[in-house]
């Protein structure tokens, strides 16, 4: 195990995320929010404390990384993150007990949105920018982010392993040759809808500071919002232009480079594009159908059907409405939404559309084997033949995805809540969705747990983030042994 390089890859880690909490300090400093501004610069000291540490111990690291050390860095890399990331809460006092703001801010980088807090509106605002901003950076991915700006490609593999260990989706693919180039372009891509975003929600008068929160919220499919209410005490133009930005963040974004190389055929007739598309149009109708009763027009219930449907299928988490009020038929629908999760390569969680659409396949074509040994049936996903290794690894994520979800309900469980709450807390939690239904549901929060549930829980975050086996190498044995 290289632990030098992963040593200087962790510091370079906390070198940014001390960066990215100078605007936080600045606008504490701005509202004179002056326990907040303790809080920051207690943290970016011990954040540069260790760094210093970290880069002179490691200075004269080699630059190889196999796969089972960058599974390994990417792991250990968001743990720390989120243990220095949430230094703000706990030295400023807006969340003193640090099991709760550990779960906040893992809650906040997983882009999760989950949340133990009754309050939002009490916290400051250089607390909120941080915490929405933890949305936006973890979104993309912090590794991702220092890919990008990291000069040099001393090792393809080095940058490769990390990306993939890090990118959600079945599989990671170069969209050009450089994979430094690759990290950049998607920052670029994302940046720029998120300034779009911004620009939008501004236009519907929301105020500056709000409309940034939000759009980090958004753009990183995270869902902490600013409001007690999260998006319900808006306006309907400002819902809606949240509805349509969430479901874009939820597209591959691979799709948005093409669009910007004009191959617009190959974006069209993209299988998982159509599948998500799909998947999403007939949810908005069928809860339209279901809950027409609750709202006293059409077009108010279409528009908190569509929310509700975005939010969920993207696993941002914001809510206009209690969809725990609705009726069975609707919240099974959104229970079946939250599986499926966004397509991969975008800020989204949970299974991937396109895995739903390997299974699909590769059951299919299972059934035409027993029906049929002696015929060859291959899977293709957009004309291409699908490899049985990628069709391995999806097997293996949905069997280790299903075990992790029975264990995880296990051991929350002795909390003593209902089944309904335990099994959504655990679904809204490993698929980065936010809230669930019941005591978890859209206007409540995880604050009843337990610190060990919390932790049950924030493990789930992280390891439905990093897409399970970054997560899971850190407890097997044969990952440290040489």
Not at 198 to 226: D, H, N, Q, S, W
Not at 471 to 478: A, D, E, G, K, Y
Request: glycine letters at 8%; charged letters at 15%; one cysteine or more.
């Amino acid at each position: 195990m290289n632990y030098k390089i992963m040593g200087r890859f962790i510091a370079q880690i906390l070198t940014i995320e001390g960066l990215f909490m100078l605007p936080a300090l600045s606008i504490s400093l701005f509202y004179g929010e002056w326990n907040a501004v303790q809080g920051f610069l207690a943290a970016i000291l011990a954040i540069a404390v260790t760094a210093a540490v970290l880069f002179t111990l490691c200075r004269k690291a080699a630059t190889a990384l196999n796969a089972r050390e960058g599974m390994v860095c990417v792991g250990i890399s968001w743990i720390i993150l989120s243990l220095y990331g949430c230094l703000p809460f706990v030295i400023s006092g807006e969340i003193p007990r640090f099991v709760d703001a550990f779960f906040e801010i893992v809650s906040g980088f997983t882009t999760t949105g989950s949340s133990i807090l009754a309050d939002v509106e009490a916290l400051s605002w250089g607390i909120l920018y941080w915490r929405s901003f933890s949305h936006w950076l973890g979104g993309m991915g912090v590794l991702v982010f220092l890919l990008a700006i990291a000069p040099g490609e001393k090792d393809k593999g080095f940058t490769m392993h990390l990306l993939r260990a890090e990118s959600p989706g079945p599989s990671v693919g170069k969209l050009v040759p450089r994979m430094r180039k690759t990290a950049t372009i998607l920052y670029l891509i994302y940046i720029t809808l998120t300034v779009i975003n911004i620009i939008f929600l501004l236009f519907g008068k929301m105020p500056l500071l709000e409309a940034i929160c939000t759009a980090f919220g958004t753009a990183g499919t995270g869902g902490f919002g600013v409001k007690n209410d999260s998006m319900g005490s808006y306006s309907p133009y400002l819902q809606n232009v949240t509805t349509v930005f969430m479901f874009l963040f939820g597209i591959n974004f691979s799709c948005y480079y093409l669009l910007l190389l004009r191959q617009f055929r190959n974006v069209f007739k993209d299988e998982e594009l159509l599948s998500y598309c799909g998947i999403v149009v007939t949810a908005i109708v069928l809860i339209s159908v279901n809950i027409r009763h609750l709202y006293p027009t059409l077009s108010e219930t279409v528009r908190h059907a569509a929310f509700q449907v975005s939010t969920i299928i993207t696993t941002t988490g914001y809510s206009t409405t209690d969809f725990d009020l609705w009726p069975a038929f609707s919240k099974g629908i959104l229970m079946f939404l939250m599986v499926v999760g966004a397509c991969a390569g975008s800020t989204g969680g949970g299974l991937k559309v396109t895995r739903l659409l390997l299974l699909v396949k590769s059951l299919r074509s299972n059934v035409g084997k027993v029906l049929n040994p002696r015929r060859v049936r291959l899977v293709r996903n957009n004309g291409e033949v699908v490899s049985q290794q990628l069709l391995d690894n999806t097997n293996a994520y949905l069997a280790a995805y299903v075990c992790i979800i029975i264990l995880s309900y296990i051991l929350i469980s002795i909390d003593g809540f209902s089944i309904g709450t335990n099994f959504t807390a655990v679904l809204a939690c490993f698929n980065n969705i936010g809230p669930g239904l019941e005591a978890v549901g859209p206007m409540c929060n995880f604050s009843g747990f337990s610190d060990f549930s919390k932790l049950v829980l924030s493990m789930d975050m992280l390891a439905g983030r990093l897409e399970i086996f970054p997560i899971l190498v850190l407890f097997s044995r044969n990952t440290w042994r040489k």
